[in-house]
Every structure is written in C-alpha cells, then in structure tokens.
C-alpha cells in the first residue's frame, strides 16, 4: 500500500511504503508541568491525544507519531478545574516542549505554551486573601 490511511478492517493506520511493517522513527512532547504553592498537593493531570501521561517530577519526554496532537492539562481535587489544551505539531525526530501551569484558584482556566507559563489567578488570589483579612478588621 503507497498511500497513508485507515486500514479496511479497523487495525492500526498503514504507512507509506518506507515503513514496511513498522512506525516510521516517532517524535517527542517534552510536557513540562507545574502546581503551585497552593495546590502542591493536586498534581496536574496531563492527557496527549486523550491518553494520560505518568509525570516524574514535573516533566516527561513522550513519543509520539509524527503529525498533530492535543496536548491538555487540568487539575482534580473536588471537581476538575484549571482545563488548558494546545494542539501541537510533532515532526519526524523533533521534540516539541509544552509548559502546562495550574491556576492559583480552582475557577480559573490553567495556562499552557511552548514556553514557560505562569499560573493564572495571581491577582484574584491576593483579592480573595485581602478581603478574607478586611472583613474581620472592618
């Protein structure tokens, strides 16, 4: 088969004919994935194409076949909070870094990039923090 598609009988995809019997040479998503002070003890969940990725300490090299994947982020404690996602293209041998960050207050959404993010919520968590400390005083 010369072509690229799915397969009559539901198996997995076929390849261009450079690949006889095998996956072509996989790509990388390296997923860089933080929490914050407040949340230390809800890791971050990290799905590639809907599948969960195991984290080690905040990072984790994944291969993948080349093309298009979404890479998402959430956080679950009571409910599931912080929902980010990014569609990345991986090309042949190329390592693309996803840098996933959970929100500082459950309401938010996280914040996911190719580069660094900071988590979002900052400002609402001082308010929140402020207005706790305002009340009694008033």
């Known amino acids: 088969m010369t072509g690229m ?28 994935a933080s929490h914050n002070v407040w949340m230390s003890l809800v890791p971050p969940t990290i ?6 990725v195991t984290m080690f300490r905040g990072q984790q090299v994944v291969p993948v076949v080349p093309g298009n994947h979404l890479v998402a982020g959430h956080g679950q404690w ?8 990014l569609p990345v293209h991986v090309q042949q ?3 693309v870094d996803v840098h996933y960050a959970l929100p500082m207050i459950t309401f938010m959404k996280g914040a ?13 968590l001082v308010s929140l923090l402020a207005a706790i400390v305002a009340i009694p005083v008033l």
Do not use: C, N
Not at 112 to 124: D, M, Y
């Open 5 to 32: 598609g799915p397969p009559p009988h539901g198996g997995p995809p076929q390849f261009p004919a450079q690949f006889p019997g095998q996956l072509p040479p996989p790509g990388f998503i390296r997923v860089h």
């Open 47 to 52: 799905t590639i194409d809907s599948m969960p």
């Open 78 to 85: 009571m409910w599931q909070y912080g929902r980010a996602e």
């Open 93 to 95: 041998g190329q390592t």
């Open 112 to 124: 996911i990039g190719f580069g660094p993010v900071k988590a979002p919520g900052e400002l609402a």
